[in-house]
Protein backbone atom coordinates (compact mmCIF):
# COMPACT_ATOMS: atom_id res chain seq x y z
CA UNK A 1 0.00 0.00 0.00
CA UNK A 2 1.47 3.42 -1.07
CA UNK A 3 2.03 6.00 1.94
CA UNK A 4 3.86 8.57 0.41
CA UNK A 5 3.30 9.61 -3.24
CA UNK A 6 4.72 12.55 -4.79
CA UNK A 7 4.43 13.62 -8.19
CA UNK A 8 6.54 16.17 -10.17
CA UNK A 9 7.39 17.76 -6.85
CA UNK A 10 9.02 21.40 -7.26
CA UNK A 11 9.81 23.76 -5.08
CA UNK A 12 11.47 27.24 -5.28
CA UNK A 13 13.22 30.24 -3.13
CA UNK A 14 13.83 33.46 -4.67
CA UNK A 15 17.12 34.37 -3.67
CA UNK A 16 17.69 38.20 -4.65
CA UNK A 17 16.99 38.15 -8.52
CA UNK A 18 17.18 34.34 -8.97
CA UNK A 19 14.89 31.56 -8.50
CA UNK A 20 16.48 28.71 -6.84
CA UNK A 21 15.04 25.33 -7.32
CA UNK A 22 15.52 23.67 -3.93
CA UNK A 23 13.61 20.50 -5.27
CA UNK A 24 12.99 20.29 -9.31
CA UNK A 25 10.95 17.51 -10.84
CA UNK A 26 10.61 14.66 -8.01
CA UNK A 27 8.72 12.07 -8.44
CA UNK A 28 8.69 9.24 -5.30
CA UNK A 29 6.89 6.71 -4.51
CA UNK A 30 7.22 5.20 -0.62
CA UNK A 31 4.93 2.16 0.44
CA UNK A 32 3.73 1.33 4.11
CA UNK A 33 6.24 -0.62 6.04
CA UNK A 34 9.65 0.47 4.10
CA UNK A 35 12.58 1.62 5.59
CA UNK A 36 14.36 4.71 2.94
CA UNK A 37 17.11 6.62 3.67
CA UNK A 38 17.56 9.95 2.47
CA UNK A 39 21.20 11.18 1.32
CA UNK A 40 22.82 13.98 -0.05
CA UNK A 41 25.21 16.73 0.32
CA UNK A 42 24.10 20.39 2.24
CA UNK A 43 22.42 21.87 -0.65
CA UNK A 44 20.99 18.84 -2.32
CA UNK A 45 17.33 19.45 -1.60
CA UNK A 46 16.96 16.19 0.71
CA UNK A 47 16.17 18.67 3.97
CA UNK A 48 13.85 20.91 1.47
CA UNK A 49 12.33 16.86 0.63
CA UNK A 50 12.15 15.92 4.05
CA UNK A 51 9.78 19.45 4.91
CA UNK A 52 7.46 18.19 2.17
CA UNK A 53 6.89 14.63 3.22
CA UNK A 54 6.60 15.98 7.23
CA UNK A 55 4.00 18.46 6.09
CA UNK A 56 6.20 21.79 7.38
CA UNK A 57 6.12 23.16 3.78
CA UNK A 58 4.03 22.80 0.71
CA UNK A 59 5.23 22.76 -3.00
CA UNK A 60 5.80 25.14 -5.09
CA UNK A 61 4.32 23.44 -7.90
CA UNK A 62 2.94 19.43 -7.76
CA UNK A 63 1.40 17.43 -5.50
CA UNK A 64 1.74 15.34 -2.10
CA UNK A 65 -0.09 12.21 -1.02
CA UNK A 66 0.12 11.36 2.55
CA UNK A 67 -1.81 7.75 2.77
CA UNK A 68 -4.34 9.34 0.09
CA UNK A 69 -4.50 12.94 1.43
CA UNK A 70 -3.55 15.40 -1.08
CA UNK A 71 -1.10 17.83 1.41
CA UNK A 72 -0.61 20.02 -1.34
CA UNK A 73 -3.97 21.98 -1.08
CA UNK A 74 -4.27 21.67 2.68
CA UNK A 75 -4.54 25.22 4.98
CA UNK A 76 -2.04 25.08 7.84
CA UNK A 77 -4.64 23.96 10.54
CA UNK A 78 -5.30 21.28 8.56
CA UNK A 79 -2.03 20.33 7.70
CA UNK A 80 -1.05 20.80 11.72
CA UNK A 81 -3.58 18.42 12.14
CA UNK A 82 -2.19 15.83 9.83
CA UNK A 83 1.03 16.24 10.94
CA UNK A 84 -0.39 15.42 14.42
CA UNK A 85 -2.21 12.21 13.36
CA UNK A 86 0.05 10.70 10.97
CA UNK A 87 3.46 11.88 11.87
CA UNK A 88 5.92 10.92 13.93
CA UNK A 89 9.06 13.21 14.08
CA UNK A 90 12.80 12.56 15.53
CA UNK A 91 15.13 15.25 15.21
CA UNK A 92 19.25 15.27 15.86
CA UNK A 93 18.99 17.63 19.08
CA UNK A 94 16.12 15.67 20.49
CA UNK A 95 13.89 18.92 21.04
CA UNK A 96 12.70 17.81 24.23
CA UNK A 97 11.71 20.31 27.33
CA UNK A 98 14.46 20.58 29.84
CA UNK A 99 12.46 20.40 32.86
CA UNK A 100 9.45 18.39 32.31
CA UNK A 101 9.76 14.25 33.19
CA UNK A 102 9.94 11.91 30.24
CA UNK A 103 6.79 10.45 30.54
CA UNK A 104 5.64 14.49 30.22
CA UNK A 105 7.40 14.93 27.51
CA UNK A 106 5.66 11.91 24.90
CA UNK A 107 2.27 12.69 26.74
CA UNK A 108 2.74 16.18 25.08
CA UNK A 109 1.84 15.80 21.43
CA UNK A 110 -1.83 13.64 22.96
CA UNK A 111 -2.82 16.99 24.55
CA UNK A 112 -2.93 18.74 20.89
CA UNK A 113 -4.89 15.94 19.38
CA UNK A 114 -7.60 17.14 17.99
CA UNK A 115 -8.63 14.78 15.13
CA UNK A 116 -8.62 10.51 15.34
CA UNK A 117 -8.76 7.84 18.34
CA UNK A 118 -6.65 9.95 20.41
CA UNK A 119 -8.31 13.18 20.60
CA UNK A 120 -9.73 14.27 23.82
CA UNK A 121 -7.82 11.74 26.22
CA UNK A 122 -7.77 12.58 30.27
CA UNK A 123 -5.05 13.46 31.40
CA UNK A 124 -4.57 9.90 33.40
CA UNK A 125 -5.38 7.82 29.27
CA UNK A 126 -2.33 10.37 27.83
CA UNK A 127 0.08 9.37 30.37
CA UNK A 128 -0.92 5.49 30.35
CA UNK A 129 -0.20 5.94 26.59
CA UNK A 130 3.05 7.85 27.24
CA UNK A 131 3.80 5.04 29.36
CA UNK A 132 3.18 2.17 27.05
CA UNK A 133 5.53 3.97 24.42
CA UNK A 134 8.59 4.53 26.77
CA UNK A 135 8.11 1.16 27.59
CA UNK A 136 8.02 0.03 23.95
CA UNK A 137 11.39 2.04 23.50
CA UNK A 138 13.12 0.23 26.80
CA UNK A 139 12.70 3.19 29.11
CA UNK A 140 9.90 1.71 31.46
CA UNK A 141 12.09 2.44 34.16
CA UNK A 142 12.93 6.28 33.48
CA UNK A 143 9.49 7.33 33.39
CA UNK A 144 9.80 10.25 35.74
CA UNK A 145 13.49 11.54 34.85
CA UNK A 146 14.25 14.23 33.57
CA UNK A 147 16.56 15.22 30.17
CA UNK A 148 19.33 16.35 32.54
CA UNK A 149 19.45 12.52 34.38
CA UNK A 150 19.33 10.67 31.00
CA UNK A 151 22.23 10.13 28.53
CA UNK A 152 22.04 11.13 24.88
CA UNK A 153 20.85 8.05 23.70
CA UNK A 154 18.02 7.98 26.21
CA UNK A 155 16.97 10.93 25.40
CA UNK A 156 16.79 9.69 21.99
CA UNK A 157 14.71 6.86 23.18
CA UNK A 158 12.29 9.37 24.67
CA UNK A 159 12.20 11.47 21.41
CA UNK A 160 11.44 8.07 19.77
CA UNK A 161 8.47 7.22 22.14
CA UNK A 162 7.09 10.91 21.93
CA UNK A 163 7.12 10.38 17.51
CA UNK A 164 5.06 7.11 18.43
CA UNK A 165 2.77 8.36 21.18
CA UNK A 166 0.12 9.50 18.45
CA UNK A 167 0.22 5.98 16.80
CA UNK A 168 1.85 7.80 13.28
CA UNK A 169 1.92 6.11 9.93
CA UNK A 170 5.37 7.65 9.39
CA UNK A 171 8.19 8.14 11.51
CA UNK A 172 10.43 10.58 10.00
CA UNK A 173 14.16 10.92 11.51
CA UNK A 174 16.60 13.90 10.72
CA UNK A 175 20.02 13.13 11.34
CA UNK A 176 18.57 11.05 14.60
CA UNK A 177 22.38 10.55 15.56
CA UNK A 178 24.31 13.70 14.71
CA UNK A 179 24.26 13.94 18.55
CA UNK A 180 25.24 10.62 19.84
CA UNK A 181 28.34 8.33 20.18
CA UNK A 182 28.87 5.92 16.94
CA UNK A 183 27.51 3.03 19.67
CA UNK A 184 24.66 5.25 21.10
CA UNK A 185 23.97 5.66 17.41
CA UNK A 186 24.11 2.05 16.78
CA UNK A 187 21.57 1.43 19.50
CA UNK A 188 19.54 3.96 18.17
CA UNK A 189 19.47 2.86 14.73
CA UNK A 190 18.64 -0.61 15.76
CA UNK A 191 15.56 0.34 17.46
CA UNK A 192 14.82 2.02 14.54
CA UNK A 193 15.28 -1.10 12.87
CA UNK A 194 13.64 -3.20 14.81
CA UNK A 195 10.04 -0.48 14.56
CA UNK A 196 10.61 -0.69 11.34
CA UNK A 197 10.51 -4.85 11.14
CA UNK A 198 7.14 -4.41 13.67
CA UNK A 199 5.57 -2.99 10.30
CA UNK A 200 6.62 0.88 11.23
CA UNK A 201 7.35 3.00 8.11
CA UNK A 202 10.56 4.84 8.68
CA UNK A 203 12.44 7.75 6.74
CA UNK A 204 15.73 8.71 7.55
CA UNK A 205 17.57 11.93 6.67
CA UNK A 206 21.36 11.49 7.00
CA UNK A 207 24.54 12.32 5.79
CA UNK A 208 26.15 9.68 7.01
CA UNK A 209 26.61 6.19 4.84
CA UNK A 210 26.74 4.29 8.13
CA UNK A 211 23.06 5.29 9.06
CA UNK A 212 21.68 5.11 5.55
CA UNK A 213 23.27 1.37 5.46
CA UNK A 214 20.52 0.44 8.18
CA UNK A 215 17.63 1.46 5.51
CA UNK A 216 16.38 -0.67 2.89
CA UNK A 217 15.92 1.51 0.24
CA UNK A 218 18.51 5.14 -0.32
CA UNK A 219 17.30 7.24 -1.84
CA UNK A 220 20.23 9.91 -3.44
CA UNK A 221 19.51 14.00 -4.17
CA UNK A 222 21.88 16.26 -5.94
CA UNK A 223 20.74 19.86 -6.86
CA UNK A 224 17.50 19.19 -6.06
CA UNK A 225 16.80 16.00 -7.98
CA UNK A 226 17.08 12.80 -7.32
CA UNK A 227 20.25 10.91 -8.91
CA UNK A 228 19.35 7.78 -7.53
CA UNK A 229 16.94 5.80 -5.97
CA UNK A 230 18.67 1.77 -5.04
CA UNK A 231 17.43 -0.66 -2.87
CA UNK A 232 19.35 -3.14 -1.09
CA UNK A 233 19.45 -5.70 -3.74
CA UNK A 234 20.44 -3.23 -5.81
CA UNK A 235 17.43 -2.92 -7.53
CA UNK A 236 17.03 0.99 -8.96
CA UNK A 237 13.21 1.90 -8.53
CA UNK A 238 11.79 3.23 -11.53
CA UNK A 239 9.08 4.99 -10.13
CA UNK A 240 11.46 7.55 -9.40
CA UNK A 241 11.84 10.48 -11.41
CA UNK A 242 15.82 10.44 -12.27
CA UNK A 243 16.59 12.91 -15.15
CA UNK A 244 20.95 12.48 -14.79
CA UNK A 245 21.80 14.68 -18.00
CA UNK A 246 20.20 17.13 -16.37
CA UNK A 247 22.85 16.32 -13.02
CA UNK A 248 26.01 16.46 -15.18
Do not use: W
Amino acid sequence: MTLIKTHHLVKTYGVGEQTVHALDDVSITIDQGEFVAIVGASGSGKSTFMNMIGCLDQPSTGSYLLGGENVATMSSDELADLRNRRIGFVFQQFNLLARTSAIENVALPLLYARLGPLAGLTKEQRYEHAKQRLEQVGLGERLHNTPSQLSGGQQQRVAIARALVNDPDLILADEPTGALDSKTSAEVMALLTQLNQQGMTVVVVTHEPDVAAYASRTITFKDGKVLSDTHSNGKTDGSSAINLGALS
